[in-house]
């Protein structure tokens, strides 16, 4: 019988790509908004240095929406590898009971 397998390999691949940039991307906004911070503590005044809090705040917002939806995606590449293969599994059985049912061969 034609073997119908899917390899999920790729998909838990791309997952891992995920939370590789996941990671990455988190320590690079961790470590870029911790610069930004001390350099407006060690002098900036006024509205100058309001303004740039401000801006860090938003820039600090994105990073974490970014990360986290990279954090998502990781998950969601690992959760649909695994569902496929369940499914997968499952049909492979039901269509081998039927072809056994009609005396099949189904090796």
């Known amino acids: 019988m034609t073997d119908f397998s899917a390899n999920t390999d790729s998909l838990h691949h791309s997952g891992h790509k995920c939370n590789t940039m996941h990671i990455e991307t988190h ?3 961790r470590s870029a908004c911790s610069g930004i911070e001390s350099a407006v503590d060690s002098g900036w005044i006024g509205a100058s240095a309001e303004a740039m809090r401000s801006r860090l705040e938003a820039i ?3 990073g974490t ?3 986290g939806q990279l954090n998502e995606h ?3 590449f690992h959760s649909t590898a695994a569902s496929y293969t369940t499914t997968e599994t499952h049909t492979v059985k039901t269509v081998k009971r039927a072809g056994s049912s009609l005396n099949l061969r189904t090796d």
Do not use: D, L, N
């Open 60 to 62: 600090r917002t994105a």
């Open 27 to 29: 320590e690079v906004m």
């Open 74 to 76: 990781s998950g969601r």
């Open 65 to 67: 929406h970014i990360t």
